[in-house]
């Protein structure tokens, strides 16, 4: 890499308009989002912003707002039920810590544009939240690489540089595929999560070392990506092979709403023909006939310790470093209509 091309470190505004071939003042009304600057122009210094990974001094511009913590929340999930639970945990905690939250949205799961996140996190933020799948996208990371604000990432794992907070979904997948097994169910249909989610490796991992306890049985594996419409797909997949499964556990509760629309299209009774078991708790879990057996995971308390970790770490200094951990909270297994034992048992 040559000179030229390479990163500069402790970059000032004033290399960025050398880099730009623009004026100083230009390159403050692009950061600060102010008018007065051709469209043209304000690519120009956005790219040059990103090539020498420019960041703002966020703590002397918070000193105008020192009273005030600025929470930056980046989301983009197919789920509408998971976010609204993620969503309800941030305002009741930010309501209590005197936080304003300041929101970016990706479209269909996708991360915000590289320039709409450089916008964003240059906008003064005493914190950043990240929603899955957010927290382990490469762009968002790539943009949040070296940026001095504390950064939490709910339902990620070993994050560079942030506090995971989440659940051990490897726990909590092994646990319901041994409530399965236990009901006498050895034919098993597993519907795979998002695969950019490390989460989604960790439920697989989880469900196959229960399979492993118990020699004989045997699980059909079908991808989805968290989304009701792969939930649909997976369905069909599952349900229409020569030997279908008496028992589905999707990664989460929307593809196992999905798996029951299915079963019912086809006039298959749950839970007497399938047994159809979900992940997160969320209402899409109680909204449907029957309610599902499912993982229960504190999504609004996840949203709520990610929110006061940050509040505290913005506002504790020099502590930010010592409190980018993993917080692991509880999960639980919740047992309702959607499961019993394979048809033709007992």
């Known amino acids: 890499m040559t000179k030229a091309n390479r990163p500069a470190q402790g970059a000032t505004v004033i ?5 730009a071939g623009v004026s100083a003042m230009t390159v403050s009304r692009v950061i600060n989002g102010r008018s007065g600057v051709s469209a043209a122009t304000r690519e120009v210094v956005e790219r040059a912003i990103i090539d020498l990974h420019y960041v703002p001094n966020v703590a002397a511009r918070s000193l105008v707002t020192a009273a005030e913590l600025r929470i930056g929340i980046i989301y983009s999930n197919s789920s509408a039920a998971f976010m609204s639970e993620l969503l309800t945990g941030v305002f009741e905690e930010a309501s209590t810590r005197g936080a304003r939250l300041v929101l970016l949205k990706g479209e269909g799961g996708r991360a915000p544009a590289e320039q709409e996140l450089l916008r964003f996190v240059n906008a003064g933020l005493s914190g950043i939240l990240l929603a899955p799948p957010l927290g382990e996208a490469p762009v968002v990371l790539r943009t949040l690489r070296g940026l001095d604000v504390p950064i ?3 339902g990620a794992y ?3 540089g942030a506090t995971c907070v989440r659940i051990d979904d490897r726990r909590a997948a092994f646990e319901m595929t041994r409530h399965l097994l236990d009901l006498g169910h050895r034919r098993l249909g597993f519907v795979l999560g998002n695969p950019d989610q490390s989460a989604s490796a960790e439920r697989r991992a989880g469900m196959e070392d229960a399979m492993r306890d118990l020699p004989g049985a045997g699980v059909q594996l079908v ?17 229409d092979g020569p ?3 008496t028992a589905v556990f999707a990664s989460n509760d929307d593809m196992a709403a999905a798996i029951v629309s299915v079963a019912h299209r086809r006039q298959l009774d749950v839970p007497r023909q399938l047994t159809v078991v979900g992940f997160d708790d969320t209402t899409a879990a109680v909204t449907l006939w029957p309610p599902l057996t499912t993982v229960h995971q504190p999504v609004r308390r996840l949203a709520a310790e990610a929110l006061a970790l940050l509040a505290d770490e913005a506002r504790g200094g020099g502590q930010k470093a010592r409190g980018r951990r993993d917080r692991v909270l509880e999960h639980a297994i919740v047992k309702r209509s959607s499961t019993a034992a394979p048809p033709g048992d007992g």
């Not at 991808?223 to 349900?239: K, M, N, T, V």
């Open 158 to 160: 070993h994050v560079p």
């Open 243 to 245: 030997a279908p499964p």
């Open 15 to 19: 290399d960025v308009a050398a880099r």
């Open 152 to 154: 939490a990432a709910i």
């Open 223 to 239: 991808q989805g990506d968290f989304s009701y419409a792969s939930g649909l797909a997976a369905g069909e997949q599952l349900l």
